[in-house]
């Protein structure tokens, strides 16, 4: 530990700044669930920064979403609207799709983000618990994707769906059994759904963040942390030494969806974690 701690002192990215082209999805029309927070705000922001003509992103709660689509109007000089929906429910997803259709007059880009999470043992999780969450991120993954299929599929354009999945499922992670078996369903969905409408010229590919600063996947999963116990964890268990941004993540969006970049990525999931996941303590 001592050894780690030496070596991998924390870092700053290097630069804040996107290197793509600003118009690197021109004309692009994105659905992004969960976009009222979070790391899918900043995908949002950045999905519209590159080009995209316009986005609405969905949650359930109406304030967020209010504020969130002003700000990011404002902030990148495009369309940003937003619709309430509750993922678990499909014809809430429809409705969504049928609003970006009347609205914009198709759908690019669906990125899946809204999940649920919180710390529990198993034994303590009532079964309604795990069901939450599974139908949250699985299930609403699902409903989702299947409401946007058609008008991708339609449009003779095909499009990009990024499901937004997580790596503590790649081993196993204390408190997580509900959100680890939701998200190991949709890196699968992935897989799957890639197989099926490749041929429809709709890429379906994912993003497995790991710890992202300030962002409620992290601290909801990290109560009561002190900086100091924020720092220790960066030193010993991330190889990159530093905490991921939502830029991180968002550059990591535009990658995939851009067919410059991603054309010919479906079906996999890019883990970007600064390899956190593959730490094991020094020998
Ligand atoms: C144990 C809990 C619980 C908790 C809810 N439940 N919170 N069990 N510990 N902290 C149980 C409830 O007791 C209930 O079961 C069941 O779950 C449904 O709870 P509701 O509150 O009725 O459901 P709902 O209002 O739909 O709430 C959904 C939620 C909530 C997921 C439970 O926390 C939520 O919506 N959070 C906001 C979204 C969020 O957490 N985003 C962060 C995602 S981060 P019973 O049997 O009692 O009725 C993420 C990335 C992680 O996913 C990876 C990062 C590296």
Request: glycine share 10%; net charge neutral; charged share 15%.
């Amino acid at each position: 530990i001592t050894m780690a701690m030496a070596s991998a002192s924390p870092t700053t990215p290097l630069t804040s700044s996107s290197p793509f082209r600003p118009v690197a999805l021109a004309g692009k029309i994105a659905i992004v669930t969960g976009g009222g927070s979070g790391i899918c705000y900043e995908i949002t922001k950045q999905l519209l920064l590159h080009g995209c003509t316009g986005a609405i992103i969905c949650g359930r709660r109406e304030n967020f979403l209010q504020k969130a689509s002003a700000t990011l109007s404002s902030i990148t000089g495009k369309s940003c609207r937003y619709m309430v929906c509750d993922v678990r429910d499909a014809s809430a997803c429809q409705a969504v799709v049928t609003y970006a259709l009347s609205n914009y007059g198709q759908v690019d880009i669906l990125v899946n983000g809204a999940a649920g999470n919180f710390l529990s043992e198993a034994k303590s999780l009532s079964p309604k618990g795990f069901k939450t969450v599974m139908e949250i991120d699985a299930q609403g993954t699902y409903n989702m994707s299947h409401a946007v299929y058609h008008a991708m599929a339609k449009s003779g354009r095909g499009g990009v769906i990024i499901n937004i999945s997580m790596t503590l499922h790649y081993g196993a992670t204390w408190y997580q059994a509900h959100a680890s078996a939701a998200k190991s369903a949709i890196d699968s969905l992935t897989r799957s759904l890639a197989l099926e409408w490749g041929c429809d010229n709709i890429r379906v590919v994912g993003i497995a963040p790991g710890p992202i600063a300030n962002t409620p996947g992290t601290t909801k999963l990290a109560p009561g942390f002190t900086s100091d116990d924020v720092n220790e964890m960066i030193a010993e268990r991330i190889p990159l030494g530093r905490l991921g941004t939502a830029m991180d993540i968002g550059m990591a969006a535009v990658f995939l969806a851009c067919d410059g970049s991603g054309g010919y990525i479906s079906g996999d999931t890019l883990v970007v974690d600064g390899a956190e996941w593959l730490y094991k303590p020094p020998m």
